[in-house]
């Protein structure tokens, strides 16, 4: 049997918790380590599988990469003399799609397999290598792979990106950092991942403005030299919490987080009627008893992130009326919804709108993680449900959340990660 998590639902949660770095800026992050031959520190780096896949791939194309405390990694990519990507890697992680960027804007060469859909969408990356080919790369694509020369080198250029893009934004910033000249690129995304990238650069020499609005302009330098830097705390991490206090009507103080990040997330649950506190570097939700209803659209940031979509979602159904939720980004991110049914979720979807009608409470069942995403929001649900629930597949959930179960056991909710049929059968002699 593969991990599983199990849980008896019905505790509100309560207590304190503190907050991870941010997967999606470290995925940037450590990528953006090879355009330097001296030593990168990163620090707050959360101990989760995407991130050490991440370090993984940079060990197979040949940097040193030490892990010199729980949560601090040291990368030195003068050794790399890899400039291709071993196929089963990009299958195991999106995120590798860096590595082109990097190595494009380090060694003018880059072959990485084209990443596949995924559960949550068809995900291309055209804009990405609409940029990339802006600045003087040849790309074609050649037995799966994205072949990526630039034999001439980079040259600073206008880009306009026809979709706001987070991984595009960041790619076309890795590679343009070293290259000649000045780029300008248009259109770009604002989420607080961009602008970590963006400072972790420009703390190893970079020379790149204007992050975190629409216009970033980069002035290529000759060469970036080593830093030693902390990562942001996660958004994603830090709104699951949130949505967990009010769904299961509890009070958790969420710390090392950066409140401004999470205000579109803090207006929908003060909205359905909880209540958010805001202090420096820490949050505290305090769900109501009975939750108003409401709509929400993702958009890209400031807007709603279509990261917590899911979570928000599992939420308003235990809302008192009905809500609408609309989902911009991705066209598949509905999946969860099937599963959701099976807990007596009653959220009907048509197209890229969800229709949901709250409940008085889930009940336990059998339930699949499918998403990352998803699979926290599931979790949150099994948290609320009347009996047990068992969520399956939450490797997805380890993609992206570091001991969860645990940051949730010391929450008050009785979760338990289990490797086998007997120890589940044992939690649920239990718990009863
Ligand atoms: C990143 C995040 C992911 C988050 C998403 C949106 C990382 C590693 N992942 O994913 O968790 O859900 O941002 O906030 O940071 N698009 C194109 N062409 C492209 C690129 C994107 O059409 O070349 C479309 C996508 O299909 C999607 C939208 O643009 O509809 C946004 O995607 P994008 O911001 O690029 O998402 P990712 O960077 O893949």
Redesign the pocket.
């Known amino acids: 049997m593969e991990q599983q998590f199990i849980m008896r639902g019905g505790h509100p949660l309560r207590g304190e918790v503190v907050i991870g770095g941010a ?3 470290a ?2 992050l450590i990528a953006a380590a090879i355009l330097t031959d001296d030593t990168v520190v990163i620090e707050n780096l959360p101990d989760v599988r ?1 991130v050490n896949v991440m370090l993984d791939v940079l060990r197979e194309l040949g940097a040193a990469v030490e892990r010199t405390g729980s949560h601090t990694v040291s990368i030195c990519a003068a050794g790399i003399r890899e400039l291709s990507i071993n196929d089963e890697f990009i299958r195991r992680i ?2 590798s ?2 590595f082109i960027g990097a190595l494009l804007g380090k060694y003018h060469s880059a072959v990485v397999p084209l990443p596949g859909g995924c559960a ?11 940029g990339f080919r802006a600045l003087g790369t040849d790309i074609r694509i050649q037995n799966g792979c994205v072949v990526a020369e630039a034999k001439d080198g980079l040259k600073g250029t206008h880009i306009y ?10 790619n076309i910033m890795l590679a343009a950092v070293l290259s000649e000249r000045k780029t300008t690129i248009e259109n770009v ?1 604002k ?1 607080p ?1 961009i602008v970590d990238v963006a400072n972790f650069l420009n703390s190893m020499g970079a020379n790149i403005r204007g992050a975190g609005t629409d216009t970033i302009r980069i002035r290529g330098v000759k060469r970036l030299h080593g830093t030693s830097y902390a990562v942001i705390p996660d958004q ?1 991490e830090a709104g699951t919490f949130m949505c967990a206090a009010a769904a299961s009507r509890g009070d958790i103080l969420i710390k090392n987080v950066i409140p401004k990040h999470l205000e579109s997330i803090s207006a929908k649950l003060v909205e359905m009627g909880n209540t958010v506190v805001e202090y420096d570097e820490s949050i505290r939700v305090i769900g109501s008893a009975v939750q108003r209803p409401t709509d929400v659209k993702t958009l ?2 400031p807007g709603f ?3 917590m979509q899911p979570q928000i979602s599992v939420t308003l159904g235990l809302a008192r009326g009905i809500s609408v939720v609309t989902e911009s ?3 598949s991110r509905f999946k969860y919804v099937d599963e959701l049914a099976r807990m007596g979720g009653a959220i009907k979807v048509e197209g890229n709108v969800s229709i949901i009608d709250g409940i008085r409470s889930y009940t336990g069942a059998s339930v699949n993680a499918l998403d ?2 998803a699979g926290a929001a599931l979790v949150i649900a099994g948290l609320c449900a009347e009996g047990i629930t068992t969520v399956r597949e939450i490797g997805y959930i380890q993609r992206g959340y570091e001991h969860f179960e645990r940051k949730l056991q010391a929450l008050g909710a009785e979760i338990q990660l289990v490797e086998d049929e007997r120890e589940a059968q044992k939690f649920r002699m239990r718990v009863g």
């Open positions: 997967k999606n800026a995925l940037g995407d999106r995120a799609y860096y949550i969408g068809s995900r291309p990356i055209d804009q990405h290598l609409k990106l026809d979709v706001v893009s987070v991984g595009a934004t960041i995304a989420e991942h994603i890209p940031y992130p279509t990261d980004i991705f066209e990352l995403r």
